[in-house]
Structures are given as structure tokens and as C-alpha cells.
């Protein structure tokens, strides 16, 4: 997709009340688009349309918990009402979870599923019909991880989550080609965005110092949520299947395709690492 002007074009984000959303709502806002916003979180969602409204762009937002199949289907009907099309479908929002297996409660997984994979699957099934209805062609964004394609201990439930992010997204696009619909799933690697903070947690992760260590690891590594969302838009025009984003994601992705054993090799070290802090 030509992504120099978006003027006329309509962009979909969900979870653009912080991080990578609120940036790549702002970065496709930048380009010309009309926006149609939603958040679980309605003060940080409230802040993102401000800023939208302050660049003079056409807007619609909604409070939606992407992981309701409803919600999202009245959210994509309000859309096109308000908008009148859509051409770019961002679907974002996700939560984290750290923990060993056998210490995340069933609930907790149910949660993530809901909200990481049964969002994605939600916003591509609310909006795609209409696009291809329309045959003007688009893009379908969504946001996986460097855990789509790295196993890390403590991280089975999140890991789980982007791998099927990733395998849906690149069966997706595969059945998507014919109608001119690109699609791309996106990889970052560490990002300084609340996610840390926000992160459910569950026995020996569930560490306030852990918690705070993690915090300031990604502090120190401070690779911004705009420069995640310079690579989305760059992703589209390029209609790449699937973007890694940061040299960590990148250096990952190789690792993992050329020499898969130091992948294992890292992820065993580092839950050695958690043995001995827990014992
Ligand atoms: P963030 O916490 O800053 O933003 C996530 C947003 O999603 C928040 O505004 C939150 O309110 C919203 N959200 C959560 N649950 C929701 C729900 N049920 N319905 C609607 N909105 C909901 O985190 P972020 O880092 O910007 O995360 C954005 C995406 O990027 C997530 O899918 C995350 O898994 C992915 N990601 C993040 C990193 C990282 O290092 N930060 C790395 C790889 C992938």
C-alpha cells in the first residue's frame, strides 16, 4: 500500500490508549488518516483522541475489551457509520503474563487467549468482510512479538499467544492476496511501554524486585513505541508477512532459522537463572 498520503483512508487501532497503539494511531494520523480508536482503558484512550483531535484529524473512539466478540462487531458497524470506510485494521492491544506453567492459574490463561489471540481473530472478523466488500484493497496489522518465534521460560502463556498470532497471521495473508490485502504481523522485541508494569504475575515471577529489574531493563533499553510504529508503517508499504522490529527481534528471528540450538541453549540458561533465584 502507498502509505506516503493516507489522505481519505480510515485506520483502525485497538488499544491505542497507550504504547505502540497510542504511537502508530499518532504515526498514521501524521500520514493524513481519519482515525477509528478503542481501548479497554477509557483516561488513557481519552488522552490518545485529544492528541488526534489537536492534529485535525477525523476521529472515532470507542471504550471496547477486544476480547467480546460484540463489542468489536459494534465497534467495526460504528465505525463504517462515522467513517464510511475502512483500509488499515491495527489490532493491537495485548497484555503480558509472567509465570512458571504450573503456577498461572486456568483463569489467567483464559484472560490472555481472550484478549492476545480471540482479539485479533475478533477485529479481523468484524472488519475484514466490508473490506473486501469494498475490493479498494487494505492492510491487516497485527501485533505479535520477538516470543512469537523465541521460547523464554516463565513465559509460556504469552509465548503461546504470539505464535498464534504469527501462524494465523501468515495463513491469513495467504487467503487475503487475491483481494489485495496485505497482511503483516508485527515482532517486536523489548519496548519501553507500560506492559511491564501492567503484567499480571504469578508465583516465583510474582516479585516486586523482579517486577522493578524488569522495568528498568527496559528502561535502560529504551527502544520507543514511535520507532515500533516507523516500522508498522513502514511494514505496509513494503507489505512485508512478517516484520521484526528492534536488532534483538531481528537477531532472534535469525537465530532461531539458522542455528535454533543457542535459541534452546539461552532459553535453558535463562530458566536456570530462575531456579536459582527461586531457591
Ligand atoms: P501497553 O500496555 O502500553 O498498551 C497496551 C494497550 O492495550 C493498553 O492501552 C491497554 O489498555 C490495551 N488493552 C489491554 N487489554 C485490552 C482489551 N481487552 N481490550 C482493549 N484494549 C486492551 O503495551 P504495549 O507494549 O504497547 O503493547 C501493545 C502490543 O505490543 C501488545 O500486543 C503486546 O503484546 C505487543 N508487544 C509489546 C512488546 C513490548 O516490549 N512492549 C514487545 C512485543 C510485543
Not at 3 to 31: F, H, P, Q, W, Y
Not at 206 to 232: C, K, L, Q, T
Amino acid at each position: 500500500m502507498d502509505i506516503r498520503s493516507l489522505d481519505g483512508k480510515v485506520a483502525v487501532v485497538t488499544g491505542a490508549g497507550s504504547g505502540i497503539g497510542r504511537s502508530t494511531a499518532l504515526a498514521l494520523a501524521e500520514r493524513g488518516a481519519a482515525l477509528a480508536v478503542c481501548d479497554i482503558d477509557e483516561s488513557g484512550l481519552a488522552e490518545t483522541v485529544d492528541t488526534l483531535k489537536a492534529m485535525d484529524r477525523r476521529v472515532y473512539s470507542e471504550k471496547v475489551d477486544v476480547a467480546e466478540a460484540s463489542e468489536m462487531e459494534r465497534f467495526a458497524v460504528a465505525t463504517r457509520g462515522a467513517l464510511g470506510r475502512v483500509d488499515i485494521v491495527v489490532n493491537n492491544a495485548g497484555i503480558g503474563i509472567g509465570g512458571l506453567f504450573v503456577e498461572v492459574p486456568l483463569e489467567a490463561w483464559n484472560r490472555i487467549l481472550g484478549i492476545n489471540i480471540r482479539g485479533v481473530v475478533h477485529g479481523c472478523h468484524a472488519f475484514l468482510p466490508g473490506m473486501i466488500e469494498a475490493g479498494q484493497g487494505g492492510h491487516i496489522v497485527n501485533i505479535a512479538s520477538m516470543a512469537g518465534y523465541c521460547q523464554a521460560p516463565g513465559m509460556t502463556a504469552y509465548g503461546a499467544t504470539k505464535f498464534a498470532v504469527l501462524g494465523f497471521s501468515e495463513s491469513l495473508r495467504l487467503e487475503l492476496e487475491g483481494h489485495g490485502i496485505g497482511v503483516t504481523a508485527i515482532c517486536p522485541g523489548v519496548i519501553n511501554t507500560n506492559i511491564v508494569r501492567t503484567s499480571a504475575t504469578y508465583g516465583i515471577n510474582d516479585d516486586p524486585e523482579m517486577r522493578e529489574e524488569g522495568i528498568r531493563a527496559f528502561e535502560r533499553r529504551n527502544y520507543s513505541a514511535d520507532r515500533v510504529a516507523r516500522g508498522i508503517l513502514k511494514a505496509i508499504a513494503k507489505n512485508r508477512g512478517v516484520a521484526p522490529i528492534s536488532p534483538e527481534a531481528w537477531a532472534g528471528y535469525w537465530l532461531k532459522r539458522l542455528f535454533p540450538g543457542v535459541v534452546a541453549w539461552l532459553g535453558r540458561r535463562a530458566a536456570a537463572a530462575q531456579r536459582d533465584r527461586a531457591a
